[in-house]
């Protein structure tokens, strides 16, 4: 059974720090997603990686994908407050899409 | 540009209630989704679509049943309603994989409540 594993699951950062949130998923797969969501609203897409050694960036954000080692990370640099949400990973590549349980991430002044 | 539109956006049940949700895409996307987010559980696919005319359970189906008859909607339904299924329901919809532009987009949410 396809399984998406998050971590961590709570993170608190001050603001100007960085950190990294992964996303372990079970079987093989060309592609991940990830996803934001602010309290009480819908998810919307941040990034689709495509490849192994995909690598995409937003702002203060940066996704990467390593397809052999199953793995994806969301790298935050420098945080702000608005970054403050829960994150998801999604995939991989397959019809029933799954979610990981989320990182919910709370930047402080 | 509606997108993904879900109906209704609050609604509250007394146990042993029915009730349809109904989700509605303007992109012409093949695969649509139903899923439940509980608190510190992430979201939980209860049942998607590859197309018109076909359904599939997902991770938690249990108590609900849905059905696509037109390819912009899906609908889910719950028979009787139960506590347990006091949730926040999520629909989504994308292109099938295998090409880009592959992410789903997700509605706005319906906030379930069953007493």
């Known amino acids: 059974e396809l399984k998406v594993e998050q971590n961590p699951l709570f993170l608190s950062m001050q603001e100007g720090k960085n950190y990294t949130i992964y996303c372990n998923y079970s079987t093989t797969s060309d592609r991940l997603y990830w996803y934001r969501q602010d309290p009480g609203k819908s998810l919307e897409s941040l990034f689709v990686l495509l490849s192994n050694g995909a690598v995409k960036q937003e702002g203060r954000l940066m996704a990467s994908l390593d397809t052999k080692a199953r793995l994806s990370t969301l790298h935050i640099t420098a945080a702000v407050h608005d970054l403050s949400a829960t994150y998801f990973c999604a995939g991989p590549l397959s019809v029933d899409m799954r979610f990981g349980a989320g990182t919910r991430l709370t930047v402080k002044p | 540009n509606a997108g993904v539109t879900q109906t209704p956006k609050f609604r509250v049940l007394k146990t042993g209630q029915s009730m349809t949700l109904l989700c509605a895409q303007d992109?012409?996307?093949?695969?649509m989704y139903w899923y439940r987010q509980d608190p510190g559980m992430g979201l939980r696919l209860i049942h998607y679509s590859v197309g018109e005319g076909t359904t599939a359970k997902g991770e938690v189906p249990d108590g609900y049943n849905v059905s696509r008859l037109k390819k912009q909607n899906f609908l889910l339904g719950l028979e009787s309603a139960a506590p347990s299924q006091t949730s926040v329901y999520f629909c989504?919809?994308?292109?099938?994989?295998?090409?880009?532009?592959?992410?789903?987009?997700f509605g706005q949410g319906t906030r379930l409540t069953v007493v």
């Open positions: 992109m012409n996307h093949e695969y």
């Open positions: 989504a919809s994308r292109r099938p994989s295998g090409g880009l532009n592959t992410e789903a987009f």
